[in-house]
Nanobody, 125 residues
Framework: QVHLVESGGGSVQAGGSLRLSCAAS????????MGWFRQPPGQEREFVAA???????YYADSVKGRFTNSRDNAKNTVYLQMNSLKPEDMAIYYC???????????????????WGQGTQVTVSS
């Protein structure tokens, strides 16, 4: 069992930056692929970014070039650096852990085994 806790959300103006963190419990964090998803108000959950256990990263087109996904296995933490934020980035952001296909990155939420509780990101224009 893995427990994930996101932090770092908040309110920023368009063009600003935030760094989300996702801390994981357990001793096997390095063996998981980690993903970030978001759910804008009134919309479906969508993929944002993912990083495999081998540090391969993949991003949604909407955030490519603005967001950076990284991990620190020594701290059992994955990060999402978000720059040049836009109002359409406003959402609840969730991190997730993929135990079964950890050597690759996946955009499918149903392939992730564990989820955090989410952190709110608000971007004002």
């Amino acid at each position: 069992q893995v427990h994930l806790v996101e932090s770092g959300g908040g309110s920023v103006q368009a063009g600003g930056s935030l760094r989300l963190s996702c801390a994981a419990s357990g001793r096997t964090f390095s063996s998981y692929a980690m993903g970030w998803f978001r759910q804008p108000p009134g919309q479906e959950r969508e993929f944002v970014a993912a990083i495999s256990r081998s540090y391969t990263t993949y991003y949604a087109d909407s955030v490519k070039g603005r967001f950076t996904n990284s991990r620190d296995n020594a701290k059992n933490t994955v990060y999402l650096q978000m720059n040049s934020l836009k109002p359409e980035d406003m959402a609840i952001y969730y991190c997730a852990a993929d135990q079964r296909k950890s050597w690759v990155v996946t955009v499918r939420g149903d392939e992730y085994d564990y989820w955090g509780q989410g952190t709110q990101v608000t971007v004002s224009s």
